[in-house]
């Protein structure tokens, strides 16, 4: 089959996921009485199409952007290609954020955690809160968002509140914050791993992208503590000394708190695990691993233990949306609304990706969104949930030649997405 025949092919694929999946949604519809809360099935949200002048921010940034950071991305010396990419990630997720349609666009990070540290001085301080935080959360009593995590976000917005860090424009500055940090790990963990030249060339895919459409929500905060930690241990097991005592002592202080933000973050294990095992980097593993599993055991002290947090999780999910959404359509749907997340773009990109090196980071993180979708722990949603692993899936875009055209097709599709899905994150 001929260049042009297969990226046709692939692209046929790509939209033929996209309209099986929907229709299996539909039908899924029709044949049970209960509600998925999904109006725009398999997506959260609903449709609801609008032309309006918003619709020019993300379309004038992304335009920026792709005649731009292409070019500045190959020549520039590499810190400021770092800064130029992260700072162009958080500008196209501002625009596309402006796009939204939903009233509650800029206040979802403060209706499920934010607004809920009243909860810790309620419990009557930082203690008893930890003391009784998995006992509430299988009770029911928490906000549905803080029954699926640890306590860690909240309890950073409590702390923040104390020293006089509030208020919406805090709260998404951190949500941005954690957009510039996916970028720069992702292509931190690029440059290490698979040489400077691959991770020049994916650095405007790792901007333009239909996952920017959902970069509003406490998510992006998940993704770039947990990202941040994997980028510090990997650059770690390229390092001796000094440098790699700090980076691994960072990594490893990064992943315990991306636990406590987190569960899903233990997934993100595996590529620091491949790439330690391939340079053989035992004392990174060791050392990083030792020093994040202190961060995790630390809250034993007031009370709170993670595994039993996790259990406690898996009861209530399950008692809960994932008994009304099943299993074996979601099996499906996950990977289909990956892939749009992710864009067409991508999908052509991972059947060009010819590099072994860069296929170790890539691949890896697709291994651990195959244990994540057969978990049975993610049933929809995943256009959010999955952000932490979608920067690391991003990187194949440097096996694209003609990066503008394929970057147009990325911009055209999240502008699309922002026509038509009206989602509150």
């Not at 923040?160 to 914050?177: E, H």
């Not at 510039?180 to 931190?188: D, E, M, P």
Request: aromatic share 10%; hydrophobic share 60%; proline share 4%.
């Amino acid at each position: 089959m001929t260049g042009r025949r297969a990226t046709a092919a692939v692209l046929a694929a790509w939209a033929l996921l996209m309209v099986l999946v929907w229709l299996l949604g539909q039908w899924k519809r029709q044949i049970e009485t209960r509600a998925h809360q999904l109006g725009a099935m398999p997506l959260f949200g609903s449709w609801e199409w609008h032309f309006d002048a918003t619709l020019l921010a993300p379309a004038a940034v992304g335009a920026l952007v792709i005649a731009a950071l292409p070019a500045l991305a190959a020549r520039w010396r590499w810190r400021y290609t770092l800064l130029a990419s992260a700072a162009a990630g958080v500008a196209f997720s501002l625009a596309l954020a402006v796009a939204h349609s939903h009233p509650r666009t800029w206040t979802d990070l403060d209706h499920h955690y934010a607004s809920n540290r009243h909860l810790v001085d309620d419990a009557g301080g930082f203690a008893p809160f930890l003391q009784h935080y998995t006992e509430l959360q299988l009770a029911g009593a928490y906000p549905v968002h803080l029954q699926s995590h640890p306590p860690g976000l909240v309890l950073f917005f409590w702390g923040a509140a104390k020293l006089g860090l509030d208020g919406l424009v805090f709260q998404n500055a951190v949500i941005q914050l954690g957009v510039a940090a996916t970028v720069a790990a992702a292509l931190a963990i690029g440059r290490d791993v698979a040489g400077e030249r691959l991770a020049r060339r994916a650095a405007p895919f790792l901007v333009i992208a239909p996952a920017s459409y959902w970069h509003s929500n406490a998510d992006l905060i998940f993704a770039g503590v947990t990202l941040a930690a994997v980028a510090c241990l990997i650059l770690a097991t390229n390092r001796t000394g000094a440098r790699c005592a700090v980076l691994t002592a960072a990594g490893g202080l990064l992943a315990g708190a991306a636990l406590m933000l987190s569960f899903s973050a233990a997934l993100l294990a595996l590529p620091v695990l491949v790439v330690a095992v391939r340079r053989r980097r035992w004392g990174v593993l060791l050392a990083g691993g030792a020093l994040a599993l202190a961060v995790v055991l630390a809250p034993l002290l007031w009370g709170y233990w993670w595994l039993e947090g996790l259990q406690t999780t898996r009861v209530r999910y399950y008692a809960g949306v994932a008994a009304v959404r099943g299993y074996w359509y979601f099996l499906l749907a996950n990977l289909a609304v990956f892939a749009l997340a992710l864009g067409p773009a991508t999908a052509v990109a991972l059947t060009r990706l010819r590099d072994r090196r860069m296929w170790i980071v890539v691949g890896s993180c697709l291994a651990a969104v195959a244990v994540a979708d057969l978990s049975g722990m993610s049933s929809a949603e995943t256009e959010r949930i999955w952000q932490p692993f979608m920067p690391l899936v991003l990187l194949a875009g440097c096996a694209l030649t003609r990066p503008r055209a394929w970057l147009t097709l990325q911009l055209a599709v999240a502008v699309v997405l922002a026509a038509a899905l009206r989602v509150q994150w």
